[in-house]
């Protein structure tokens, strides 16, 4: 096989904030793989994620290099890449799509035939109460019966009161939190019990991960059930993983393969949560169209019961114009649609 990569920056919408950070746009890295026939590719898409990623590290493109000059070797052994959780689910991406026949069809299921849908929650990003109110309502107007709030960005005292506005003009709709990390050991506990008044489904990472002593006395105690997301990422090996859930325990943990060992990590981590009565969904890390419908296929092969997170396909103005389709908070896969792969400035190895 023959490989070749280059450099796309998305463009959002709106500026997206988290407890982390502003932001206005994302790099990404796109991979295409092809062996005898050129016009005929596989595509997968890279999405390190700066200051989250493991992967985030000096050299990056060099190693995205090498792995596309040594593709046969990569291809055939992917855990030489457990360390570059990004490039390894491109290289998985690329690798299925090209095995499919280069119709962007990474696993095939009844969904990638448009026969069933994926649920999906709305997601709601930060901003002051009044715009968070009004995304939220937005939401509801959409269809969606479960909401995700990003939280931590603004006063803590408006976020409560936000909450008692949705609890009291949408009492059916299920409410998940993302702080993203942003309380502390200190005042995690105070919070999760003011947080508890509004019926919450779970939080994703209260605190700041790392701190598996705190995360494990806090899924003993909390009156919420906690998701672990920022947890997960960097733990490789099957040691650290089962040894991290040991430990800490969590109601539910959250998988973005791009961040969590691509798609290989991303199964293990599933078995092992499985194994210990412990629930997940997927979320995507931001990608472009390509690692999102690759993360939706992949989903789709698990026959997901819960509301998944995969809703950020509409955030870019530049987004890879592609078949997925989202009606309300049912994510769909148009055969009838078409992948639009734009010229692109291809560095080849």
């Known amino acids: 096989m023959f490989a070749s990569y280059c450099k796309y920056q998305l463009d959002f919408r709106f500026t997206?904030?988290?407890?982390?950070?502003?932001?206005?746009?994302?790099?990404?890295?796109?991979?295409?793989?092809?062996?005898?026939?050129p016009s005929c590719f596989g595509i997968g898409e890279a999405a390190m994620f700066k200051g989250l990623?493991?992967?985030?590290?000096?050299?990056?493109?060099?190693?995205?290099?090498?792995?596309?000059?040594?593709?046969?070797?990569?291809?055939?052994?992917?855990?030489?890449?457990?360390?570059?959780s990004s490039i390894k689910m491109g290289v998985e991406t690329a690798v299925n799509d090209?095995?499919?026949?280069?119709?962007?069809?990474?696993?095939?299921?009844?969904?990638?035939?448009?026969?069933?849908?994926?649920?999906?929650?709305?997601?709601?990003?930060?901003?002051?109460?009044?715009?968070?109110?009004?995304?939220?309502?937005?939401?509801?107007?959409?269809?969606?019966?479960c909401i995700k709030l990003k939280i931590g960005g603004i006063n803590f005292n408006d976020e409560l009161d936000l909450l008692r506005l949705v609890s009291e003009i949408c009492p059916?709709?299920?409410?998940?939190?993302?702080?993203?990390?942003?309380?502390?050991?200190?005042?995690?506990?105070?919070?999760?019990?003011?947080?508890?008044?509004?019926?919450?489904?779970?939080i994703e990472q209260p605190v700041r991960q790392g701190q598996w002593k705190v995360m494990g006395e806090l899924c003993r105690k909390s009156p919420i059930p906690?998701?672990?997301?920022?947890?997960?990422?960097?733990?490789?090996?099957?040691?650290l993983k089962r040894e991290m859930l040991d430990a800490i325990r969590p109601q539910y943990i959250i998988l973005?393969?791009?961040?969590?060992?691509?798609?290989?990590?991303?199964?293990?981590?599933?078995?092992?949560?499985?194994?210990?009565?412990?629930?997940?969904?997927?979320?995507?890390?931001?990608?472009?169209?390509?690692?999102l419908n690759a993360i939706a296929q992949w989903v789709s092969t698990k026959h997901p019961t819960l509301p998944q997170g995969l809703g950020t396909g509409q955030l870019y103005f530049n987004n890879i114009i592609s078949p997925l389709n989202l009606r309300g908070e049912n994510l769909w896969y148009d055969r009838n649609a078409e992948w639009k792969i734009p010229d692109l400035e291809w560095i080849e190895c």
Not at 17 to 34: A, E, L, N, P, V
Not at 226 to 239: R, Y
């Open 172 to 202: 059916d709709v299920e409410l998940r939190l993302d702080a993203n990390g942003a309380f502390t050991p200190e005042n995690a506990m105070e919070r999760l019990s003011a947080l508890s008044a509004f019926d919450i489904h779970s």
């Open 98 to 145: 090209l095995k499919n026949g280069c119709r962007r069809l990474i696993f095939p299921s009844e969904w990638s035939e448009g026969k069933s849908s994926i649920i999906i929650n709305g997601l709601v990003w930060m901003g002051d109460k009044e715009l968070m109110a009004e995304r939220i309502n937005d939401k509801v107007k959409a269809g969606f019966h």
């Open 53 to 84: 990623s493991c992967d985030d590290i000096p050299g990056y493109e060099d190693k995205l290099r090498e792995v596309c000059a040594e593709i046969d070797r990569y291809a055939s052994h992917p855990e030489l890449l457990n360390e570059y």
């Open 16 to 37: 997206a904030i988290t407890s982390r950070d502003r932001m206005r746009k994302k790099d990404t890295y796109f991979i295409k793989i092809w062996d005898s026939e």
């Open 256 to 291: 973005k393969p791009t961040l969590c060992g691509g798609f290989h990590g991303s199964d293990e981590w599933i078995a092992l949560a499985e194994e210990r009565n412990i629930g997940w969904w997927a979320t995507s890390a931001l990608e472009s169209n390509i690692g």
């Open 226 to 239: 906690i998701a672990l997301d920022e947890e997960l990422i960097g733990l490789n090996s099957g040691k």
